[in-house]
Nanobody, 127 residues
Framework: QVQLVESGGGLVQAGGSLRLSCAAS????????MGWFRQAPGKEREFVAA????????YYGDSVKGRFTISRENAKNTVYLQMNSLKPEDTAIFYC????????????????????WGQGTQVTVSS
């Protein structure tokens, strides 16, 4: 089992920045990749970013490329999502996810590939 706890959400003005954190605990040695997804009211869950443990390869959703950066800190078993140039349409609950299984590079955006999920943290961007 892997437990995930997100933090860092909040209210920010458009154009501002936030950094989300996801702390993993439990059987973290089995992690293959971790990612961030988000879900806005009335919308489907959307892939944001992912990072592969073996080589730190990163993957991003089209709507956040160039604005968001995913990274990790091994010593703390923590993954970060640095979000810059935030827009009102970025408002959503952001979820951290972890996979202990192999994921093909073209499948990191598929939520069903992830085995564990956090409870989510709210990000609100005001105009």
């Amino acid at each position: 089992q892997v437990q995930l706890v997100e933090s860092g959400g909040g209210l920010v003005q458009a154009g501002g920045s936030l950094r989300l954190s996801c702390a993993a605990s439990g059987r973290t040695f089995s992690t293959y990749a971790m990612g961030w997804f988000r879900q806005a009211p009335g919308k489907e869950r959307e892939f944001v970013a992912a990072i592969r443990w073996s080589d730190d390869s990163t993957y991003y959703g089209d709507s956040v490329k160039g604005r968001f950066t995913i990274s990790r800190e091994n010593a703390k078993n923590t993954v970060y999502l640095q979000m810059n140039s935030l827009k009102p349409e970025d408002t959503a609950i952001f979820y951290c996810a972890a996979s202990v299984r192999f994921i093909w590079p073209n499948s990191f955006s598929n939520a069903v590939k992830y085995d564990y999920w956090g409870q989510g943290t709210q990000v609100t961007v005001s105009s």
